[in-house]
């Protein structure tokens, strides 16, 4: 068996999280900058600005504030995973073996803080931290069976636990009533933690893969604001995501591969927003159309110039629209709804479960106090079924559905100077 051909496999269904997001959309892309757009699906999120959120979306938006802005607040994201009907042919005798359905689940914080400074009525800079990728599946040891003279299914499973910091620098600047641009950096901190069984049953080399590697990367976007009257606008943004290099203790059976570094491309995303108040009502309605460009996942390489694997991915879209109600001076009432469709395609995988996704979102607004907000977002994420089929170098083949389905709560706190 070649060494590097048997790496390149195990690695791929294990890394290609490394690059990628948290259980909350398809791709495992993060959506949780807020617990405001939570609460209306995201939906017309690069242009709404009614918080200082709203400059991990569209720089150019910080343009619409009289004021200078602060918010903070955190989204508890809660993942429940699925992987049924799992039927594991291997050996010599290709026996097929039926496994327990499992079911994994995991409760994730996640917080964010932002600071926009209006210089002048046309300068505006603002400063983020929050997160964009994330993700944690974790298999029990039981899972893939324990026959001591039959190979087992554990290097399908594992452990994955991915974390990563995006750092938002921004600026804006009003060109006239109409017209606003803007533009940042986005430090990407990532790190993760990756372990597979390699499947065999001779004792010492059963492990496949231990990885505990982090990597910083630096990407940037650049949007633009239209504001077609003082009820209607339009926003777009454009964010480049870079290449990640991640390094630190990695191991492949025995052999030590520190040295050595993965390179993960992240995919670029480009948004468009409306947004429109309804005349003589209390009612706005507000909607986004979100590209994310997955099939930057061609293939996974290392520095030393390694093709490991093709894994194929294509490019996600996110539809979202949403209602907002200004009930009184204090209470403002929205909702929402997205639709986002899977990043996987040929290639799926249980310890990266993908598919396509429906939010149903709900949030409010409190204004306790002048220039204070305090705002509440609630999501209840319904994934499809998907039949998966995984193979290995040894031709050992693993059939199972899963179905992830997540809940995110948030709560914001903002002030207006």
Same mark, same amino acid.
């Given at each position: 068996m070649n060494k590097k051909r048997l790496f390149s496999k195990t690695l791929l269904a294990a890394t290609i999280t490394l690059a990628t997001q948290q259980a909350t959309a398809a791709g495992f892309q993060l959506n949780a900058q807020s617990a405001t757009g939570l609460g209306r699906a995201f939906a017309g999120d690069a242009v709404i600005a009614d918080n200082a959120s709203v400059m991990s979306r569209n720089a150019a938006a910080m343009a619409l504030f009289d004021s200078s802005q602060f918010s903070t607040g955190v989204n508890y994201i809660k993942t429940d995973i699925d992987v049924i009907d799992i039927k594991y042919t291997g050996g010599i005798a290709t026996t097929t073996q039926h496994l327990d359905d499992t079911n994994n689940s995991s409760g994730t914080p996640v917080p964010n803080i932002y600071y926009v400074h209006r210089l002048n009525d046309q300068w505006a800079f603002g400063a983020g931290i929050y997160s964009n990728f994330g993700t944690t599946n974790n298999f029990d040891d039981s899972f893939g069976g324990q026959d001591k003279f039959l190979p087992t299914a554990k290097q399908f499973g594992g452990i994955t636990e991915i974390k990563s910091v995006n750092l938002a620098l921004t600026t804006s600047y009003r060109i006239n009533e109409q017209w606003s641009i803007g533009g940042g950096l986005d430090i990407v901190q990532g790190s993760g933690k990756l372990k597979r069984n390699s499947g065999s049953v001779i004792p010492g080399k059963d492990v496949g893969l231990d990885i505990e590697a982090d990597g910083i990367a630096l990407g940037w976007n650049l949007g633009a604001v239209y504001e077609l009257d003082e009820r209607n606008r339009f926003g777009f943004a454009y964010h480049y995501s870079p290449e990640l290099e991640a390094e630190g203790d990695m191991y492949y059976v025995n052999a030590d591969i520190s040295n050595d570094k993965l390179l993960m491309p992240l995919p670029s995303m480009a948004e468009f927003s409306g947004y429109h108040e309804i005349k003589d009502t209390k009612f706005a309605v507000h909607y986004s159309v979100q590209w994310i460009g997955w099939s930057s996942f061609d293939e996974l390489n290392t520095s030393s110039g390694e093709r490991l694997?093709?894994?194929?991915?294509?490019?996600?879209?996110?539809?979202?629209?949403?209602?907002?109600?200004?009930?009184?001076?204090?209470?403002?009432?929205?909702?929402?709804?997205?639709?986002? /469709?899977?990043?996987?395609?040929?290639?799926? %995988?249980?310890?990266?479960? #993908?598919?396509?996704? *429906?939010? +149903?979102? !709900?949030?409010?607004?409190?204004?306790?106090?002048?220039?204070?907000?305090?705002?509440?977002?609630? /999501?209840?994420?319904?994934?499809?079924?998907? %039949?998966?089929?995984?193979? #290995?170098?040894?031709? *050992?083949? +693993?059939? !199972?559905?899963?179905?992830?389905?997540?809940?995110?709560?948030g709560v914001q706190y903002s002030y207006s100077f």
């Open positions: 694997n093709a894994y194929e991915w294509q490019n996600g879209m996110h539809y979202s629209i949403g209602g907002t109600y200004f009930l009184n001076d204090a209470w403002t009432l929205r909702a929402g709804y997205m639709y986002d /469709t899977a990043a996987q395609d040929e290639l799926t %995988s249980i310890s990266v479960p #993908d598919s396509d996704r *429906q939010w +149903l979102s !709900a949030g409010a607004s409190y204004h306790f106090a002048k220039k204070h907000t305090v705002d509440f977002g609630f /999501t209840y994420l319904m994934g499809s079924e998907v %039949s998966v089929t995984e193979t #290995d170098d040894y031709n *050992q083949v +693993l059939k !199972a559905t899963t179905q992830a389905n997540a809940i995110l709560a």
